[in-house]
């Protein structure tokens, strides 16, 4: 099996940005548990951060012609925007999970709506670091 993390814009300041809200553990901390993961799970896995909504559209059409089987997104901001990136993940058609480290449904009123989360069969959210973990396990139990 093989699965792709992909995490949009300021999530490579983790640590950084408004640790109240993220944490103080930082983006290198976040790919050691999701590789860490990958290899308890025994999958070939890849993470992918970009800050720019174009290279995400990219990244996620790319994943229909590598070989990838499942898609863990945070979106970050682009959650609240993007139809591209909507888009992009109905046009793969590949199963996807959508992860949030905070919990946004209880945050302000721009951030109530999530264009990805309309393709994603799952949405995980308010777990911190450990949502990226449950969105993996959910994906190889389901598709491995
Ligand atoms: C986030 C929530 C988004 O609203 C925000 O724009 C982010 C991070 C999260 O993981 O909690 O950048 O996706």
């Known amino acids: ?18 640790k109240n809200i ?16 990958f290899a308890e799970q025994g999958i070939e896995g890849e993470i992918y951060q970009s800050n ?5 559209v990219d990244r996620i059409q790319q994943a229909y012609f590598d070989g990838t089987n499942a898609i863990v997104i945070n ?17 793969v058609s ?10 946004v449904k209880e945050r302000e009123d721009f951030r109530q709506i999530s264009y990805a989360g309309k393709a994603c069969e799952k949405t995980i959210m308010g ?6 973990v449950e ?8 598709y491995k």
């Open 1 to 18: 099996m093989k699965l792709l993390v992909i995490n949009g814009p300021n999530l490579n300041m983790l640590g950084i940005r408004e």
């Open 22 to 37: 993220y944490g103080a553990e930082t983006y290198e901390d976040l790919k050691a548990l999701i590789e860490k993961t």
């Open 52 to 56: 720019h909504e174009g290279a995400l």
């Open 75 to 91: 979106p970050a901001a682009y959650t609240h925007t993007s139809v591209a990136i909507l888009d992009a993940l109905k046009a």
């Open 94 to 103: 590949l199963p996807a999970v959508e992860v949030h480290i905070s919990d």
């Open 127 to 132: 777990k911190g670091f450990h949502g990226y």
């Open 135 to 142: 969105a993996i396990l959910y994906l190889v139990e389901k």
